[in-house]
């Protein structure tokens, strides 16, 4: 009995329009009377015109009221009920009972059902779906043929029942011979010896795997005990080689200290060694500047100086005078040009010799700084000696500048 089996069966019984409330707790005790009547009420509402006696006083009058009710449901409904739990009247009667309510259940549901859909189809009379009954007309179909193949059969068999009942009959009426059946019984006898007789054997041998089993046991365990020891001496021995193979670790790490070191150095060279190199580039590059200006500043006197010359072509001591100016410009311009040649020339020439090997004196160092600083001190000299040579050229030519005449106007 389960809580899910009471409320079914009280939820059906009220659907079916039982008149009495039936409650979950009718049923914890022995309720004879209640179960009684619900049965007859059964029996009746599938039914009607039945004739059981509705007499359960005594216990005579239970028992076939029991079995008058069970013979009625196999024969009309085809309910086989246990006529058991039914006379127990507890909640193993109600499994029972559920046999019944839900038959009529679900007819009542299935009735329900059809009245619905003939007032769909009453409804629509004239709209005829032919889509949704195609999967009905394949299951008729099948089942046709269902029918057909299983005729057939039957019919076969049917035919051949006559040879089989004389058979049959011939077998029952034969009598029993006692010397096959002791035949047989020995065979099976022998059968049976058979298997006894090959499970003592898988016994045994069981037996002996076991035997055999433990002795590998034993010896793996003796192994084992052997390797351990072993083991245990060969931790506890110092080997040979040890001693040398500290001193060489000892070794490596020392060389790799040195490379460490030189590695640093040599990085360290090689930034210095860029650092050089781009103040060089710089410097050569501010000459170029400067030269460049210079020789701008050369064109724009000249251009200046030609231009003066052309506007007094009246005085011939002019003249002279400014052929001698044009002489001494062009040679100072032609010194100026070799200086700064050879400006350029020893600024590119210049080099800086060395080696990547570290551990460099600070002699040397000193002694390469020193040649730097004096071919820059060299430079500058150069340098200034050419502006004064520039300047006093300059200054010339402005004092020599022709000076305007009175009576030039007066000649034409």
């Known amino acids: 009995m389960s809580f ?6 009280t939820e059906m019984m009220r659907a079916l329009g039982y008149p009495r409330l039936i409650s979950l707790e009718n049923f914890h005790t022995p309720n004879f009377m209640l179960v009684s009547e619900v049965l007859l009420w059964l029996v009746r509402r599938y039914e009607p015109q039945t004739d059981i006696p509705p007499d359960v006083e005594t216990e005579q009058d239970r028992v076939f009221f029991i079995k008058a009710v069970a013979q009625f449901m196999a024969t009309k409904a085809h309910i086989k009920l246990n006529t058991k739990k039914l006379y127990q009247a507890d909640g193993y009667a109600v499994k029972e009972l559920l046999k019944v309510t839900s038959v009529l259940y679900g007819a009542m549901n299935t009735k329900g059902v059809e009245r619905t859909d003939m007032s769909e189809e009453d409804s629509s009379k004239f709209k005829f779906d032919l889509g949704s009954k195609i999967a009905d007309l394949k299951a008729a179909r099948q089942l ?32 029993l011979e006692i010397n096959e059946a002791e035949k047989v019984m020995k065979i099976a006898i022998n059968c049976v010896l058979e298997q006894v007789q090959k499970t003592k054997d898988m016994l045994s041998n069981v037996a002996l795997d076991e035997a055999n089993l433990e002795a590998k046991i034993e010896k793996r365990k003796l192994e084992l005990e052997r390797s351990q020891k072993r083991l245990q001496t060969l931790q506890s021995v110092r080997p040979a080689f040890m001693d040398e193979y500290e001193k060489i670790e000892e070794q490596l790490q020392k060389q790799y200290s040195s490379y460490l070191e030189k590695f640093r150095n040599m990085t360290y060279m090689e930034q210095l060694l860029d650092d050089h190199r781009r103040t060089e580039q710089e410097m050569f590059e501010e000459a170029a500047n400067m030269l460049h200006l210079m020789q701008n500043r050369l064109k724009e006197e000249e251009q200046h100086l030609l231009k003066s010359g052309n506007n007094d072509d009246s005085d011939l001591e002019i003249h002279d005078d400014e052929g001698s100016d044009s002489e001494v410009d062009d040679r100072e311009i032609m010194k100026q040009h070799a200086t700064t040649g050879t400006l350029l020339q020893g600024r590119a020439g210049t080099r800086v010799v060395g080696t990547m090997q570290g551990g460099d004196t600070e002699e040397d160092e000193a002694s390469g700084d020193s040649e730097i600083d004096l ?3 060299e430079e500058e000299d150069d340098m200034e000696d050419d502006s004064m040579e520039i300047s006093p050229s300059k200054s010339s030519h402005r004092a020599r500048k022709p000076e305007p005449l009175e009576e030039s106007d007066n000649d034409f």
């Open 4 to 9: 899910r089996d009471l409320r079914n069966f």
């Open 144 to 175: 046709a043929s269902e029918i057909t193949s299983k005729g057939t059969s039957l019919y076969d068999l049917l035919g051949k029942e006559v040879e089989l009942r004389e058979a049959r009959t011939e077998s029952v009426a034969r009598p």
């Open 375 to 377: 071919d820059e001190d």
